[in-house]
């Protein structure tokens, strides 16, 4: 399938990750691999921050599932053709302020896995009108199908930091 793809400089990276002929293909190969990697991180290494200031592999699984909540929302609101223009947010603070000691690694990959199917099941439902429409999120205008491809680029992304710098 031919996709509209229209996404803002930051993005570009993720969409480019994950970019396909297919995207429920893409989607689910990104999935794969993401449990794959969770299921190899061994416990030594879930509270592991490769250097001081930087997130600890259990930050960095929370902070997936929150943009995999922001992405979620970005595409159902351009799904529904809504125009109304979507604000962004800092993951940095985001991530600066979140608080995982009191969570258990079972219970992050358990809701990132429940996340992830959801999001599955509500992308491969979109037609070809949602895919294509193109609203404003972060004050720059993208398309559905965009947001759907960062969803899987971002999770690439950080699999990519994890394996560099957080498993070598």
């Known amino acids: 399938m031919k996709y509209n793809l229209v996404y803002s400089d930051f993005s570009k990276n993720y969409v480019n990750l994950a970019l396909s002929d297919s995207l429920d293909k893409s989607l689910a190969k990104s999935t794969k691999q993401f449990l794959e990697l969770l299921d190899e991180i061994p416990a030594s290494k879930i509270d592991y921050a490769y250097s001081e200031g930087?997130?600890?592999?259990?930050?960095?699984?929370?902070?997936?599932?929150?943009?995999?909540?922001?992405?979620?929302?970005?595409?159902?609101?351009l799904a529904r053709l809504d125009a109304t223009p979507l604000p962004g947010f800092d993951e940095n603070h985001w991530g600066n302020s979140m608080d995982v000691t009191h969570k258990k690694w079972k219970d992050l990959v358990k809701e990132f896995k429940l996340l992830r199917?959801?999001?599955?099941?509500?992308?491969?439902?979109?037609?070809?009108?949602?895919?294509?429409?193109?609203?404003?999120?972060?004050?720059?205008?993208?398309?559905?199908?965009?947001?759907?491809?960062?969803?899987?680029?971002?999770?690439?992304?950080?699999?990519?930091?994890?394996?560099?710098?957080?498993?070598?």
């Not at 491969?124 to 960062?150: W, Y």
Request: proline share 1%; hydrophobic share 45%.
């Open 117 to 168: 199917r959801s999001n599955l099941l509500m992308i491969a439902a979109l037609n070809k009108e949602e895919l294509a429409f193109i609203g404003t999120a972060s004050n720059h205008p993208v398309s559905t199908a965009a947001i759907c491809f960062a969803l899987g680029g971002h999770v690439q992304h950080h699999m990519n930091i994890l394996k560099e710098r957080y498993l070598k």
């Open 54 to 77: 930087k997130w600890t592999i259990k930050e960095v699984l929370q902070h997936i599932i929150d943009t995999e909540r922001v992405f979620s929302y970005r595409i159902i609101r």
